[in-house]
């Protein structure tokens, strides 16, 4: 083959690896069994509760189990993860394994972020990976060329070796990722890196996780090298050791190799780590005497934005501490509306008499500094009927406090979930709430000079005015999106458990696609006046997706309405609003409609409603597109069907 198609044909071989969807969890079964409703199964089941918790809660993301003597577990998260991720992972790996393995008394589950095992056996003594659970894998789509494995192997075996020890010797989480830079390096090859990482259980010794990744590097050197594979890994229930062409951690590489032009050199770990410290030091002394220099030439009142080219109107909407104080009562207790992750939320009257929502985000929150950035750059710029209004900013004496319109009835959740309060929600009101949202939602997906994508859509950052109109709220998570980007990825997922889609949860992928998932956990909590709660609950308890998905499967939606509606309701709507959550709630973000979509839906009594696959987070097989089926719905906005049934 001529140098050139060697080429293309690797660059797309990497293309290939990059576009790849992430893969599923790999589950070993055992083969042995229990029985269905025995006490090993009560056990197992307080296990998938309280497993999640307690690994995502531990600074470690690590957790051991042992419950009744009859049923022990382990769960470990990568270094890096989110809290919300790893709860997320341990819990559906969990599910994972439970459905592959029904039945089994003891199964690993290794998920590209987690690892999970329960056992009838104790297994928690050891130290090692049970040879028996171990995967090893290796990419199966390509190989090397013969005359650059060997050279390829040596680097990889230096690499894992470095990340190893610093893992062993250099963190109390048992945790490294590396990489080395091999531009130049691999005539013809795509990649300029190679990455790596290694990982042990962080209640294993130095030593205990040396011997278990050096277990581990063995097998990787008798079957994945072996096998002339550019990316491979070696997991177990203790250890885990992995390499790829392409980056697959969310954290900084702790350790750099370089290879030198010759290719028999490399830098240290040591350079790597010590360097960047050095100058960073030499950094921060340059911007705190910068910082003091600055702050002795300008005035106290200074905005803490910078790089807006419409500095001017944030400055035109300043509002005096003076001014604030005197409309808070000095920020009196008597007066606070709420609490958030930022801040305290005071109710204020100004001198004219209008009254507004004052927003103090606290001082010692660094969180709190970057979201009051983001919110003065978008909703300052941001003009919608359902989306809360900005009435001014204060940045005095190190304050950092937002004003918004005051909302009488405060957040929908106050009056959803409240047996009493939430009589006052007529179905006619909560139609027009939710079609209040999609109006706010599609203005920032589609109308408003910038694309955004909200990121905590909730019933608490639904503000209710006078009326009940709705307003969405908090836009502190809020991100910006190109006119071209269909799709992007962060490595700090923020967020609700409960109101995150799948691929946000889990990787961090973020689109329109997951204000939608959220606005479909809205629309099914708004029908049946019940919280989507994101706790593993047991089958005595269900969640949310599984309690509508089963009647709707068995046509029986109006039995979960919201009883505080009594019959006042239109069986029409329920069964279209249903119908409208389950779309929104896929598990593949293709399946979910634009909001363009869903306000026609809601609008039009004459549109074809597609029927629903299986939403997220719902054991068992999605409905193939084959089975997708149309539902037509009757004339008239407010009309009955008398009957609609899914296959």
């Keep these: 083959m001529h140098g050139g198609g060697a080429r293309a ?20 079964c055992s083969g042995r069994r229990y029985a269905a409703n025995s006490s090993f199964d009560a056990s197992l089941q307080q296990v998938a509760r309280t497993l999640p918790g307690n690994a995502s809660s531990s600074p470690l993301l690590f957790a051991t189990l042992a419950v009744a003597g009859e049923a022990y577990a382990l769960a470990l998260c990568q270094g ?133 990744l050096a277990s581990a590097m063995e097998e990787m050197t008798r079957q994945v090298f072996a096998a002339s594979s550019p990316g491979g890994k070696v997991i177990g229930e203790r250890c885990g050791l992995r390499f790829e062409v392409f980056s697959f951690y969310t954290v900084d590489a702790m350790v750099h190799l370089q ?51 419409d500095l001017e109107d944030f400055e035109s909407i300043f509002i005096d ?29 100004f001198p004219d008499g209008q009254e507004v929502a004052v927003k103090r985000l606290s001082n010692c929150s660094n969180q709190g500094l970057g979201q009051l950035k983001n919110e003065l750059s978008l909703v300052a710029k941001l003009q919608h009927k359902n989306l809360v209004r900005l009435i001014g900013v204060c940045l005095e004496e190190g304050e950092k406090v937002l004003v918004y319109e005051y909302m009488p009835n405060k957040s929908l959740d106050t009056v959803l979930f409240d047996p009493e309060k939430s009589k006052q929600l007529d179905w006619g009101k909560r139609y027009n709430i939710l079609y209040g949202i999609a109006r706010g939602l599609q203005y920032l997906h589609e109308h408003s000079q910038l694309k955004i994508i909200h990121r905590d859509l909730k019933a608490s950052n639904i503000l209710l005015d006078s009326d009940m109109k709705p307003k969405i709220a908090d836009f502190g998570m809020a991100k910006i999106f190109g006119d071209d980007q269909t799709r992007n990825a962060t490595s700090r997922v923020v967020g609700t458990l409960g109101y995150m889609s799948p691929e946000y949860a889990m990787r961090g992928q973020y689109s329109t696609k997951l204000d939608v998932f959220s606005f479909g956990v809205l629309v099914l909590e708004i029908v049946t006046g019940r919280r989507n709660s994101y706790a593993v609950v047991s089958e005595h308890c269900e969640d949310l997706f599984s309690l509508v998905w089963r009647h709707w499967n068995e046509g029986t939606v109006t039995e979960i309405v919201d009883p505080s509606l009594g019959n006042h309701y ?37 549109v074809t409603l597609q029927a629903p696959y299986r939403p997220a987070y719902i054991f068992g097989r999605n409905r193939s597109y084959t ?9 008239g906005p407010h009309s009955s069907i008398t009957e609609l049934e899914p296959r």
Aim: proline share 5%; charged share 20%; aromatic share 8%.
């Design 9 to 28: 044909l690797a660059a797309a071989f990497v293309l290939a690896l990059l576009a790849a969807a992430p893969a599923a969890s790999e589950v070993v």
């Design 80 to 212: 890096g993860t989110s809290a919300g991720s790893c709860n997320y992972c341990v819990a559906q790996t969990m599910r994972d394994g439970e459905h592959a393995c029904a039945g089994d008394a003891d199964v690993a589950m290794y998920d590209d972020i987690c690892t999970v095992r329960f056992s009838d056996r104790d297994f928690l003594a050891a130290t090692t990976n049970s040879p028996e659970k171990l995967v090893v894998a290796g990419s199966q789509s390509q190989k090397l060329v013969p005359s650059a494995a060997g050279r390829f192997y040596r680097l990889v075996g230096e690499l894992l070796d470095a990340t190893a020890d610093y893992a062993v010797a250099n963190s109390t989480a048992r945790f490294a990722t590396g990489d080395v830079g091999v531009g130049g390096y691999f005539d013809g090859e795509p990649f300029s890196k190679i990455y790596a990482l290694a990982q042990c259980t962080p209640d294993l010794t130095p030593a205990q996780c040396r011997a278990c």
């Design 259 to 309: 290879v030198a032009m010759e290719g028999k050199k490399k830098s240290t770990p040591v350079l790597a780590i010590v360097l960047p410290i050095v100058f960073a030091g030499l950094l921060t002394i340059i911007i705190v005497s910068f910082y003091i220099w600055r702050k002795k030439r300008l005035p106290t009142k200074t905005p803490l934005i910078e790089n807006t080219e």
């Design 321 to 349: 501490l003076s001014t604030l104080q005197s409309a808070t009562s000095n920020f009196d207790e008597s007066n606070r509306l709420g609490e958030g992750g930022f801040g305290v939320v005071f109710k204020g009257v």
């Design 570 to 606: 239109s069986r029409g709507d329920i069964l279209k609003c249903i119908n409208i959550g389950l779309l929104c709630v896929q598990q593949n973000p293709v399946d979910r409609p634009p909001m363009s979509a869903i306000i026609l839906m809601l609008s039009s009594g004459t």
């Design 627 to 635: 089975e997708t089926m149309d539902v037509p719905l009757p004339s």
